[in-house]
């Protein structure tokens, strides 16, 4: 007698609807819950470090991270990290929940490699070659030290997938990234079709006359574009992204719209900017369309950059946005 | 003082710097038990097993990240001690340091292209780029400045000093305006602002071996040179009545001079007064005889400096002070203390 | 004339010669065919006004300098074959002052003398000790051999600098104004110690001196020197008031105090002065002359006792050095400059008070055409004037010796004789005022005899 198991058919019908859980599963977007079999990454991870070698991926996961730099330390902070890292840098000042954690450098940029040491960190996180004095130190201490490339905006966030996999939290990493493509994408759409308004992001005025400000490359000039604006110093990609101009570049190319990114106590003052000599024929000025977004959410390469990219649309397409401006856009964190 | 036999002197001293160089491995941002310090040190020598009741990060911190850098700084003390010794010798002025004929705007100029190039190290990490630049650009521009200054076989020591001093000034505004033009200006800026105000700056023990070679073989060749220094203390015609080829001399006298400071410089960026001060110090306590006095201002920058070095590392630990802030603040009072005291006319 | 032929002849063998030695800065000259022997054991006395050379002589002797022409011949050897040290080993230099910024006790300071000796190492033998003990023991210095060089007197120090020089255990001793900021006491001291060093030790001695009195005690030779040597001879010789006025610039007398021994040297009292233009014999003669072209004649005038004004002639021309030795008035021009305005002054009076010119054959150029004019103004006023022949035409017609004076001769054929068309670089002025001069009278005389002839028969 032939006895079965699982008739075929019952097997033909149990598979199929296995298939199709999984490609429901599959399709599932933003806000579910890690309880799921981890789904693919929307975009690619980025597999390279800044000096162009393959990054070397730990095999568990890290429980002492120490992060050189503040967008780092703000990734790790998206992450849900802090209960794992162990050290940040001087100058990371978000999220709150890190700040208290121990400083392994200075105010001048020098860390402390005793101090590092005695963490007994695995995993070292580093960006941009902003520590490459010390990466090859630290690493021929015994330590893994990972500097993460820079570059724009899609970067940044196929970083945040990279971390996630050097910290084992894929799946956040996952879904913060989604969120954060599709909150992109929102801005887009809303100010698509739009006259795009000439915008001045000026980073600094201490020398009266020859301001520094964000030119082509920075992230403030990319953040402007997918605003629909239009950076009057796109073209001029001296400075590494933040060359220095002339009042008179200002004055001719006559934006509408002026953002401050100084901290409000080192010149970051909107009605300072009402003062100055000759800046009077401006547009900016004619119109009051001066104001001061928080540097930390338009040039730190981390997860609020997409904050700044919202703030600074709804400051040069007012029409398309509800509501007042949210507080982050003028913080100073 | 000078009464006592030089070799019990010289011995003193390399004790007092042995005390010294245990004194600043044993601190730092880590407490670590001086106990523990001892026996790790001992270990290293290979003479000594002392079962290891330690953390091995104490191990690696002792040994890794402060003992190289305070051999570093003892290296650089002794080096620019003896530079200035050389210096003021040779110039037979008071006020000479190492750096005055252009070999600190040449280091500094040199440290800067280091630091805006987009590349870090040449031949793999045994060789990072900032100290051989810097070192590179000390050393060219003291030859410089010497064949600008030689006239007819002749190198007057005023002409000298003037064409270092323009020297000076040229290098550094080349420095300023490639730090202006450079992308990456503001790291740059940054991190030449570190490297100007002094601090020993080794990663690794290869860069300390490389440079003691080089300070240390500088430092056999200043002794050669004792007898050669006490004779142009007479003057120069005076050293030629001596049967001395005065030219030839200072020639020799300006490249090793050089190349201790280029060296010392290469890995501690501009650190002041210990070249000018140390000399001044071990002749009012030692007499001027060169023979004695090198030696002595070996010893004694190299103790100045691992002190200076201890200091800027623990005052606000842990964050670490520039060390030329220390040499400046400590030698300067010492200096204008030991000047009042000498009730007649300053005789150096 | 103040040669050498008077010196005490001395058997010790030569220790140092300067042969035909020239030397200058540029192309100024700054000595001239300098021409000196020293024996072993000498005490020579250099003397000279500021800016006569005395110090770079000395700075030739010791090896410091090269000389552009000429040698100088140390112990049989050229000094510069020596070596550094070996020049070191055997001359040593006492200068003026020592600023040693250094605190180096004095014993420090004496065997830095050793330096030329030991090598690099710096480690001094018992040997080197002991020269070192003996030279401070001869200076007088070892009660002072812990105090610093820097605090002790003046005096004291330049003894000290002694000592150093003694310990290089030198053969020659060279001294640069050792009395030059020293108080009395210490000038005698110092030259008492240099006379012992020289008769007790037989140590030979240069020094060059500004004080002609201290001179005249301590040195048996001295040399005079202004660019050149002017006399090397003994004291009573070169110290010779007419010689000193030329050299120096001033008046003095010379004489030896009651109850001296030696001679001293003082300003002029005040009857000297007014009788001064009385004793000085006229020169009836002048001489022009330049380029070496008058040293036969200024030779013969001078052994005949012929007193002679020679002018204007330049520092740097060998006729220069050669006049201030022979003539009785030289009147001197810069190195290498035309005849000044003062100059030419002088000249036009010295004339007034002349009978006879002679004019040798020397080159005219821009620069001394005035002479030629003068000598017109000169013969106009009733002089007579000669012009002096080369010596290769005198040699040509050695048999019509007394062709010469003769006046028959075309003008044309005695402008010929007189060769100025070979020595004229004034592009045909000078040969045209020779012509003139010729007409006016002059005559050509074709041997240095003939000339001083007529010296004699003027004086």
């Known amino acids: 007698m032939r006895s079965r198991v699982i008739s075929s058919r019952f097997f033909l019908l149990f598979v199929f609807f296995f298939l199709i859980m999984l490609t429901a599963c599959g399709q599932s977007g933003n806000g579910q819950s890690t309880t799921t079999i981890p789904t693919q990454a929307a975009t690619p991870a980025v597999t390279l470090d800044a000096y162009g070698t393959p990054i070397v991926f730990p095999t568990s996961a890290p429980q002492r991270i120490v992060s050189l730099v503040p967008n780092i330390s703000e990734i790790l902070g998206a992450l849900d990290l802090q209960g794992r890292v162990v050290g940040i840098d001087y100058y990371t000042n978000y999220p709150a929940n890190l700040t208290s954690l121990p400083k392994v450098s200075d105010v001048n940029g020098k860390y402390n490699v005793e101090q590092i040491v005695a963490l007994k960190p695995d995993l070292v996180l580093s960006y941009g070659e902003d520590t490459k004095q010390y990466d090859a130190q630290l690493q021929n201490l015994g330590m893994h030290v990972v500097d993460l490339p820079s570059g724009d905006l899609s970067l940044t966030l196929q970083e945040i997938l990279t971390v996630g996999r050097l910290t084992f939290t894929t799946q956040i990493a996952n879904n913060l990234v989604s969120q954060l493509q599709s909150q992109i994408n929102d801005v887009k759409a809303k100010v698509a079709g739009t006259t795009a308004p000439k915008v001045l992001i000026e980073s600094d005025y201490s020398t009266p006359g020859k301001p520094y400000v964000n030119g082509g490359g920075s992230f403030g000039d990319e953040l402007v574009q997918d605003a629909n604006g239009i950076n009057i110093f796109h073209d001029n990609t001296t400075g590494g992204g933040f060359p220095q101009v002339t009042d008179e570049a200002i004055i001719s190319a006559n934006p509408q719209y002026i953002i401050l990114t100084e901290d409000p106590a080192y010149g970051g003052d909107v009605n300072a900017v009402y003062k100055r000599s000759n800046w009077g024929s401006i547009d900016a000025l004619k119109l009051h369309q001066v104001y001061r977004i928080n540097s930390n959410i338009i040039g730190r390469p981390g997860p609020r950059l997409v904050e700044g990219l919202e703030c600074l649309a709804q400051i040069i397409h007012p029409d398309k946005f509800s509501g007042a401006l949210p507080a982050y856009c003028t913080g100073t964190v | ?348 | ?459």
């Open chain 2, 1 to 348: 003082m000078r009464a006592l036999p030089a070799p019990i002197l010289l011995l003193a001293l390399s004790c007092l710097l042995l005390v010294v160089i245990l004194l600043a491995a044993s601190f730092g941002s880590v407490p670590i038990p001086l106990g523990t310090i001892m026996q790790i040190l001992m270990n290293g020598t290979g003479l000594f097993h002392f079962a290891r009741q330690w953390d091995p990060t104490a191990e690696i911190i002792v040994w890794q990240v402060r003992m190289p850098v305070v051999i570093g700084a003892a290296l650089v003390g002794a080096a620019l001690a003896v530079a200035g010794v050389l210096f003021q010798g040779m110039l037979r002025n008071p006020l000479a340091d190492p750096y005055l004929i252009g070999s600190s705007s040449g280091a500094a100029l040199g440290a800067a292209i280091a630091f805006v190039l987009p590349f870090e190290v040449v031949f793999g990490s045994f060789f990072p780029l900032t100290p051989i630049l810097a070192f590179a650009g000390a050393m060219l521009t003291v030859l410089l400045v010497y064949s600008i200054a030689r006239v007819g076989g002749q190198t007057p020591v005023v002409t000298l000093l003037l064409a270092g001093v323009v020297m000076n000034a040229v290098l550094v505004a080349f420095q300023t305006l490639i730090l202006t033009l450079s992308p990456h200006a503001q790291f740059g800026v940054q991190a030449l602002f570190n490297w100007l105000s002094g601090g020993i700056a080794v990663t690794s023990w290869s860069q300390v071996v490389i440079v003691g070679i080089i300070i240390l073989v500088g430092m056999l060749f200043a002794l050669m040179l004792s007898t050669v220094l006490d004779a142009f203390g007479l003057g120069e015609e005076s050293a030629a009545h001596l049967g001395m080829h005065v030219e030839r001399y200072k020639l020799l006298i300006i490249i090793v001079g050089s190349m201790l400071t280029a060296a010392a410089v290469s890995i501690s960026g501009l650190i002041g007064f210990v070249g000018l001060v140390t000399p001044h110090v071990m002749r009012l306590i030692l007499g001027p005889r060169h023979r004695l006095l090198l030696p002595a201002s070996a010893l004694g920058g190299a103790i100045f400096l691992v002190l200076a070095d201890l200091l800027a590392r623990v005052v606000i630990a842990p964050a670490v002070l520039p060390v030329g802030v220390f040499t400046a603040l400590v030698g300067a009072p010492f200096f204008l203390i030991l000047l009042r005291n000498n009730k007649r006319e300053y005789r150096w």
């Open chain 3, 1 to 459: 004339m103040v040669d050498g032929s008077e010196r005490a002849k001395f058997i010790a063998p030569i220790l140092l010669e300067v042969n035909g030695v020239t030397f200058g800065y540029e192309h100024v000259p700054l000595l001239y065919d300098v021409q000196l022997q020293v024996s072993k054991g000498e005490m020579v006395g250099l003397l000279g006004p500021n800016g006569s050379g005395k110090t770079t002589l000395l700075r030739l002797v010791s090896g410091v300098l090269l000389p552009q022409q000429g040698k100088i011949v140390l112990d049989g050897r050229n000094l510069h074959d020596w070596g550094r040290r070996g020049i070191a080993r055997n001359i040593a230099v006492v200068p003026q002052e020592l600023h040693v910024p250094f605190a180096f006790t004095v014993e420090q300071m004496v065997s830095l003398g050793r330096t030329p000796y030991i090598n690099w190492l710096g480690s001094r033998s018992n040997n080197d000790d002991n020269i070192v003990q003996d030279a401070m023991s001869a200076t007088d210095v070892i009660p002072l051999a812990r105090r610093i060089f820097n605090e002790l007197s003046g005096g004291e120090r330049q003894r000290v600098m002694v000592a150093m020089a003694l310990a290089q255990q030198p053969k020659l001793l060279l001294l640069d104004e050792p009395t030059a900021h020293l108080d009395i006491k210490y000038q005698i001291e110092m030259l008492e110690l240099v006379q012992r060093l020289n008769r007790d030790r037989g140590m030979t001695v240069i020094a060059a001196l500004h004080d002609l009195n201290l001179a005249a005690r301590y040195f048996p030779r001295l040399v005079l020197f202004q660019r050149g040597i002017v006399a090397d001879a003994g004291p009573a010789q070169v110290l010779e008031p007419h010689l000193l006025k030329r050299v120096y610039g001033i008046d003095v007398q010379v004489g030896i105090l009651r109850g001296a021994e030696h001679l001293s040297v003082l300003p002029p009292g005040v009857e000297e002065l007014e009788d001064k233009s009385e004793q000085e014999p006229q020169s009836k003669v002048f001489v022009m002359a330049g380029g070496g072209s008058g040293e036969r004649l200024m030779r013969a005038l001078a052994d005949a006792h012929i007193p002679f004004i020679a002018g204007a002639l330049n520092i740097g021309d060998s006729d220069h050095t050669l006049a201030l030795r022979l003539a009785n008035q030289v009147i001197t021009e810069q190195p290498y400059s035309p005849i000044s305005p003062e100059t030419l002054k002088h000249i036009q009076t010295s004339l007034s008070n002349t009978k006879l010119l002679i004019i040798c054959p020397m080159p005219v150029g821009p620069g001394n055409l005035a002479l030629l004019q003068e000598a017109y103004t000169a013969i106009h006023s009733g002089k007579e004037l000669l012009f002096l022949v080369p010596v290769l035409a005198t040699m040509r017609t050695n048999n019509e010796e007394q062709f010469v004076s003769d006046n028959t001769c075309t003008s044309d054929e005695l402008l010929l004789k007189s060769g100025i068309a070979n020595r004229d670089y004034t592009h045909g002025e000078g040969t045209k005022l020779v012509r003139d001069l010729l007409q006016a009278g002059a005559t050509v005389v074709q041997s240095v005899a003939e000339a001083v002839e007529a010296a004699k028969r003027v004086s």
